[in-house]
């Protein structure tokens, strides 16, 4: 899953939040851990100023054993640091004299036995601080305060071992502070990142959004107003960017539309070439095919039938004969078909009702056998549909057709032949429930000498005769698959121009 830069955004801005507050408290600890070791030792130097003439008070030149207790008003005294550990009395010469046990809140803590301050520390007129870490890890002030006669020589130096426990209870309060402040104020700016996160990246998903629409042709989008900064103005500058595509896109649309429709027409105009080519190169092939071809043929078909007449039925000779002249009457039709084709005969123009002509011409094919167990599936326009052509030529369109038909159906299925006037054109279709046509014939159908029948079945002229007698008449046929899942025939053609304005009777009177 991709990173958006909304995620971005918060994870930088978080991360840089987090790692200046973490700075910014760790300073701020360690910068008091120090303050609070700078006042423990403050504190320290001036309970040794006070508690050391107290102790020589109590001393006055006499030390007990060093396991032996202060006395009590002296610990009174010492009992206001709670943080020293233990005292002792050193000689400048550095000979210990006395050592109190351990004193104070720490006096079951275990203090290992030290190495006695240097005869240079005992010998400063100075008060000397000394941080020491015991094998426990814990830490321990070591103080050396200088005792001064009424002379001013010095007589004694009083050592004091302080805890840091007290602070370091300290600092961990303060540290513990400080982790909930960073806590809360990292919470905080985590939620304030996100919502500057979110405000940010929401104009850049619309504007990733309508960038995808536009990517998928939706021109006409436009965004809402995303703000005066520069994101509003880059979704302003979208907006006028998909209008132009739209715009251009239009444009482009109708110039596109306007090659198309010159593109179909030169189409149109190539294919009236094309077959013209066609139909003179077949007019010299069939002239050449009828004087070179029918001639022989027809000799060919004279002989056949004698030999056919001299063989008793049964003979197998008898057969070979009839298949002589079944070919030579298929040759008879085919240099028929072509003569017919290319003969090129003006076609005649005479009023006639294309729904008489039709049913005619259905009644005269249903009493053929092919046609005899074939259902019959018919529907006309209620009144008369005028056009103006060629009956005959008419009539050899819609029995080829008819013909096509039953022959897929094999003489037995459905045959549904419907008539419809619409605006100024009558549709003819002829569908049945047969194999059908594949969708990559549906066009070739109508080219000289392509036939979806097996081979001798066809020639292949059917359907090109019926295109150019249609075309003649100003109009159209188009294959389709039909409903029932066989092949659908389609005719156009133009009404008359009556039958375009007025509801004609028979004999085409107004009154």
Known sequence: MPTTIGKKLFLLTASAQVLVLALTLAFLERSQARRWEEHLHAQSAAFARLATPEVLKVFRGTFPPSPQPPPSELRELLAFNPDLLQFSLYAPSGRLLYASPLLG??????????????????????????????????????????????????????????????????????????????????????MLTALVARRVSRPLRQLTAGARAVARGELDLKLPPLGQDEIGTLAQAFNDMAAGLAAKHRELHDKNRALENANLELRKIQDHLVRAEKLAAIGQLAAGVSHEIDNPVGIILGYAELLRDEFPPGDARREDAETIIRECLRCRRIT?????????????????????????????????????????????????????????????VLINLLLNAAQALQGQGEIRLEMAAREDQVEICVADNGPGIAEADRERVFELFFSTKERGQGTGLGLAICRKLIEEHGGTITASASPEGGALLRLVLPLADEEKNFDMEENNSLG
């Open 336 to 396: 028929g078909s072509l003569l017919g084709f290319a003969r090129g005969e003006p076609t005649r123009r005479e009023a006639l009702d294309l729904k008489a002509l039709t049913a005619e011409t259905l009644r005269s094919v249903q009493v053929q056998k092919l046609f005899r167990e074939i259902r019959w599936v018919t529907r006309f326009p209620d009144k008369p549909v005028r056009i103006a052509g060629d009956p005959d030529k008419l009539r050899q």
């Open 105 to 190: 809140d720490d006096a079951g803590v275990a203090v290992e036995v030290l190495a006695p301050p240097t005869v240079e520390r005992l010998q400063k007129p100075l008060v000397s601080l000394e941080t020491l870490r015991l094998s426990s890890g814990a830490r321990v002030l070591d103080l050396v305060h200088p005792a001064l006669g009424p002379t001013g020589e010095q007589i004694l130096s009083l050592r004091y071992l302080i805890s840091y426990a007290g602070t370091q209870q300290l600092q961990a309060a303060a540290r513990a502070d400080y982790l909930r402040i960073a806590l809360i104020a990292i919470l905080t700016s985590l």
